[in-house]
Nanobody, 112 residues
Framework: QVQLVESGGGLVQPGGSLRLSCAAS????????IGWFRQAPGKEREGVSC????????NYVDSVKGRFTISRDNAKNTVYLQMNSLKPEDTAVYFC?????WGQGTQVTVSS
């Protein structure tokens, strides 16, 4: 059974950091491009970052460039999203997606 499970969300103050994890089961993550997405209340889901399956090329939406880093640990079959210098506008439910599957999401709240 193909499954993606996100974790690592929480409440953090502006300027703080979180690392999100996307653990896969039922397939090998490094064979697929994996993306992180987020959806804030009342807004459409947007792509945040992705990592390719082949040369691990990474891409980021402009609003997170220089603050977020996507990476892959093949031994753990997990993709991470390191989020630094968090802003209130980063508040959203974060999802990972790959191989046509979506995780259940993890809530990130940036607030003082």
């Amino acid at each position: 059974q193909v499954q993606l499970v996100e974790s690592g969300g929480g409440l953090v103050q502006p300027g703080g950091s979180l690392r999100l994890s996307c653990a896969a089961s039922g397939f090998t993550l490094d064979s697929y491009a994996i993306g992180w997405f987020r959806q804030a209340p009342g807004k459409e889901r947007e792509g945040v970052s992705c990592i390719s399956s082949s040369d691990e090329t990474t891409n980021y939406v402009d609003s997170v460039k220089g603050r977020f880093t996507i990476s892959r640990d093949n031994a753990k079959n997990t993709v991470y999203l390191q989020m630094n210098s968090l802003k209130p506008e980063d508040t959203a439910v974060y999802f990972c997606s790959g191989r046509g599957s979506w995780g259940q999401g993890t809530q990130v709240t940036v607030s003082s």
